[in-house]
């Protein structure tokens, strides 16, 4: 029997190897050649059946020619700054001084381009080609040039769509590293900006940017995401999500433990407290690292308000957040047990409206929840010109049909419309599917076991809240532990004169953020004046 399992996972592990494979030496890791016909045929070898490789050969020099070839892909390169910093400039040169060219000597007096990159290896040669570099070749050298002339093939910087404000900046990362970067320093004019360069995915070799502000980041914050990023071991990276999943700290917890976001001005906010960020390249959406559940309720544009305005739509959040995931489970629970809450007349309302529906009130809850669902993902994939429309119409002709038809009561539509329009409030996407996905759980406890069933549940959910953490901080935090100094950013916002300390749990490294006695006042009377400096003197 032992032998048995043993060869049973022999075999599993092999085949798990065969799935996975990693890269076995070959040419690749091999050497440049100095003979330019060698590395014609290893370039050929390695992008075999890659028609869009572009071989272009060509001489150096009038008098004393040197045999040379570009190396690129063509819908990466941009064909103009190829003909003039590569071509023109080499094919143009009068004489050669030294006896043998070298791509030294190329670099430092005849290309005119500001990143030049020199390798030896096939391996590292053939990744940079990958990437949008040009790769030149010259005879009787070891090493090629790779040489930046890359195509502008990005979009270009637009509006965010999923975090809008009405006051504040209007720009948003895209799917280029090099901009969202070059936004970033736009905001940040000072030394402290770190930008270190990891790489994930063994196929995609995906580029990621891990940025923070050097004395200002939480202690081992970022060697910790260093650690956790680079132990991802898997073929290819394509979005932000899947970088999430690797590096979180409870994996089967449904509560985000890192915020995303589009805004280089939310970023930078971020950062300026002690936090951390990720940038990956090919998606618009950059991870903040750590997150807590009150900064998930914190808008940008609360800060590009007056305090007591974001104060009181900060608390209408909270409020619509706890309506969209408990409105329909305590409707289901008093309808089902607890009839006695309920005023006679609005009772007697809602029993007559529910006369003659087949169904209970879980089942009625259900069918109208899970339609809201599909016409919210309609309207998502569905063009822009036409998705609203549908949606808002499809919402309401649904609507008005279920009660026609008898398939659900009027207070039960009121119920699942507030509760969907008070989610769509969450200024965090992730969190605001997580409580869409709750609701179900509650809706099932308060059908089963009334109030006893939500409130038991709402304790598990209370437990389970304080045991998280992201990246070592509490997500409770301000509130569990509660900081009474940072409560002033947390269910209100403060005057920004008031806020003179960053966050205790991730801004410690650097805490003051301000200088005292920043409130302002109206100006000083003569009588002031004279009265002060009696007082002084």
């Known amino acids: 029997m ?75 390169v941009n064909p103009d700054l190829l003909h003039h910093i590569l071509l023109h400039p080499l094919m143009s040169v009068e004489q050669i001084p030294l006896p043998e060219i070298t791509v030294k000597w190329l670099e430092e007096n005849i290309i005119p381009n500001g990143k030049i990159i020199e390798k030896s290896r096939w391996a590292e040669v053939t990744y940079h080609i990958t990437t949008g570099l040009l790769g030149l070749f010259v005879e009787g050298q070891p090493s090629a040039l790779l040489i930046s002339a890359l195509e502008k093939n990005s979009r270009q910087i637009d509006q965010p769509t999923a975090e809008t404000v009405i006051r504040g900046p209007a720009d948003a990362f895209n799917e280029d590293l090099r901009k969202n970067i070059a936004l970033l320093r736009k905001r940040l004019h000072t030394s402290r900006l770190a930008v270190e360069d990891l790489e994930v995915g063994e196929v995609t070799k995906t580029a990621v940017k891990l940025v923070y502000l050097k004395g200002y980041v939480m202690e081992g914050l970022a060697e910790e995401i260093k650690k956790r990023v680079r132990r991802i071991k898997v073929d290819s990276i394509l979005g932000s999500g899947q970088i999430e999943e690797y590096i979180q700290d409870s994996p089967y917890s449904p509560f985000n433990h890192l915020d995303i976001t589009e805004r280089p001005d939310k970023l930078t906010a971020a950062l300026l407290e002690g936090r951390a960020a990720l940038i990956i390249d090919n998606t618009p959406f950059c991870l903040i690292i750590p997150t807590t559940l009150t900064s998930q309720f914190q808008s940008p544009e609360d800060y590009y308000n007056r305090y007591w305005f974001a104060s009181f739509i900060r608390l209408v959040r909270w409020l619509a957040a706890l309506a969209s995931l408990f409105l329909p489970s305590l409707y289901i629970a008093i309808i089902t ?196 400096g009696r007082r002084n003197g």
Not at 6 to 30: A, T
Not at 34 to 48: C, D, Q, Y
Not at 50 to 73: H, W
Not at 389 to 394: E, F, K, Q, R
């Open 337 to 532: 047990f607890h009839q006695e809450l309920l005023p006679t007349p609005l009772l007697m309302s809602i029993l007559v409206s529910r006369e003659g529906i087949p169904f209970p009130a879980l089942v009625e809850a259900l069918i109208m929840d899970v339609i809201f669902e599909v016409l919210h993902e309609a309207g998502v994939r569905l063009p822009r010109a036409f998705g609203q429309a549908v949606s808002i119409v499809g919402a309401i002709v649904l609507g008005q049909a279920a009660v026609s038809a008898g398939l659900a009561s009027a207070p039960m539509v009121i119920i699942i419309s507030i509760t969907a329009i008070a989610s769509f409030t969450i200024p965090s996407i992730p969190l605001a599917n997580t409580v869409r996905i709750l609701r179900f759980p509650f809706m099932f406890a308060a059908s089963s076991f009334g109030l006893l069933g939500v409130m038991a549940l709402l304790l598990l959910l209370t437990f389970h809240l304080c045991s998280l953490r992201s990246f070592g901080v509490p997500y409770l935090s301000p509130l569990a532990p509660l900081s009474f100094s940072d409560l002033k950013d947390a269910l209100v916002r403060a005057p920004a004169w008031m806020m003179l300390l960053r966050p205790q749990q991730t801004g410690y490294a650097e805490p003051k953020r301000q200088a005292a006695g920043l409130k302002p006042h109206p100006p000083l009377t003569r009588e002031k004046v004279v009265n002060r």
């Open 2 to 76: 032992f032998q048995w399992f043993s060869r049973l996972f022999n075999l599993i592990k092999k085949r798990h190897k065969k799935s996975y494979p990693e890269l076995l030496p070959g040419k690749e890791n091999r050497v440049l050649s100095s003979s330019l016909e060698k590395n014609k045929k290893v370039i050929k070898g390695i992008f075999n059946r890659c028609d869009d490789l572009v071989i272009r050969e060509f001489m150096i020099g009038r008098k004393k020619q040197v045999r040379a070839m570009a190396v690129f892909f063509e819908p990466l």
